[in-house]
């Protein structure tokens, strides 16, 4: 477990020094992607909430997005 969290803090930090947009949202991507599956695993019972949680997901990562890819700095 730790040498997979070292090997993706390596891969963050790689792509936000290389300002590799591309590789960072899919980063981002992959990562909401994985949080919406942890979710859909659970337990829960109330869709309603597991709608919005998914929802809240989407739009913080559209904004991440569009963040990203209007000022590159905001990376940093």
Same mark, same amino acid.
Not at 22 to 28: A, R, T
Not at 31 to 56: K, P, R, T, Y
């Given at each position: /477990?730790?040498?997979?969290?070292?090997?993706?803090?390596?891969?963050?930090?790689?792509?936000?020094?290389?300002?590799?947009?591309?590789?960072?949202?899919?980063?981002?991507?992959?990562?909401?992607?994985?949080? #919406?599956?942890?979710?859909?695993? $659970?337990?829960?019972?109330?869709?309603?909430? /597991?709608?919005?949680?998914?929802? $809240?997901?989407?739009?913080?990562?559209?904004?991440? +997005?569009? +963040? #990203?890819?209007?000022?590159?700095?905001?990376?940093?």
């Amino acid at each position: /477990m730790c040498k997979e969290a070292e090997n993706v803090f390596t891969e963050v930090g790689d792509a936000i020094e290389k300002q590799d947009r591309k590789k960072i949202l899919g980063m981002i991507k992959k990562s909401a992607e994985g949080a #919406v599956a942890e979710i859909l695993q $659970s337990n829960s019972q109330n869709d309603e909430e /597991m709608v919005e949680i998914i929802e $809240s997901l989407q739009k913080t990562a559209q904004r991440t +997005a569009e +963040a #990203v890819h209007e000022s590159p700095c905001n990376v940093n």
